[in-house]
């Protein structure tokens, strides 16, 4: 399988401060890369993905920045809320129907 | 339904017994992914079912563990002489075909492996 990984795996950050969590990938033919959110005891719910043609896509209060000649891509949450606290994966794919490879995950703590 | 629905949501079982996990992907979604999430650890793909092709097996650990999928809607996933090793959250999720980015996951089953 593809090589996913996350640079840290808990992040904590004050309530109202902008997170950023990072995720390396290793397969430079990856074409697809998606941010899932996972909190407690549920499933994980797709946030923004990003076409290897594109360098930064925004959503509300999110923004994904892909780096093709790192093989780097981060998610940056703005004013960052109690309810963004859970578990954050990337995940990578060669195409865009098919299985994606996901990464680890970065536990985020908002605190209050 | 609203959403992806899998029963059981948790399940206890002895070593050496067979297991069945349901999923009942969303109405319409082609695409069926199973995966396992072991504590503390990322997804592991483990099989995907497009429409009426052929899965995609290359991601189930080993012979003991098999997939099927009836009538184009709901899958079991089937392991068989259960290990500790086994214990996890085993996730379903699906998606519309050629739409793999947005997948919508159940809320999974926990198996524990005595």
């Known amino acids: ?112 | 339904g609203a959403g992806v629905s899998q029963s059981p949501s948790n399940k206890v079982t002895e070593k050496g017994k067979d297991v069945e996990l349901r999923c009942d992907p969303i109405s319409g979604h082609t695409a069926l992914y199973w995966y396992r999430q072991s504590l503390g650890q990322g997804l592991e793909f483990l099989i995907y079912f497009q429409g009426n092709s052929a899965p995609d097996k290359s991601g189930l650990p080993s012979d003991r563990f098999s997939a099927e999928r009836t009538g184009g809607s709901v899958s079991t996933l089937t392991i068989q002489r259960t290990q500790q090793e086994d214990s996890a959250v085993y996730l379903c999720a699906s998606s519309l075909i050629g739409r793999g980015y947005e997948q919508f996951f159940g809320p999974g089953t926990r198996l524990t492996v005595l």
């Open chain 1, 1 to 112: 399988g593809e090589s996913v990984g996350l640079h840290l795996p808990t992040l904590s950050v004050q309530e109202g401060d902008n997170s950023i969590i990072n995720c390396a990938y290793s397969n430079s033919a990856s074409d697809y890369f998606i941010w899932y959110k996972q909190e407690s005891g549920k499933g994980p719910q797709f946030i923004i993905d990003i076409r290897s043609n594109m360098d930064k896509r925004q959503g509300q209060r999110v923004t994904v920045l892909l780096n093709k000649t790192v093989k780097h891509l981060s998610l940056q949450i703005a004013a960052t809320q109690p309810g963004d606290s859970a578990v954050y994966f990337c995940a990578e794919s060669p195409n865009t129907g098919n299985q994606f490879y996901f990464g680890t995950g970065t536990s985020l703590t908002v605190i209050p």
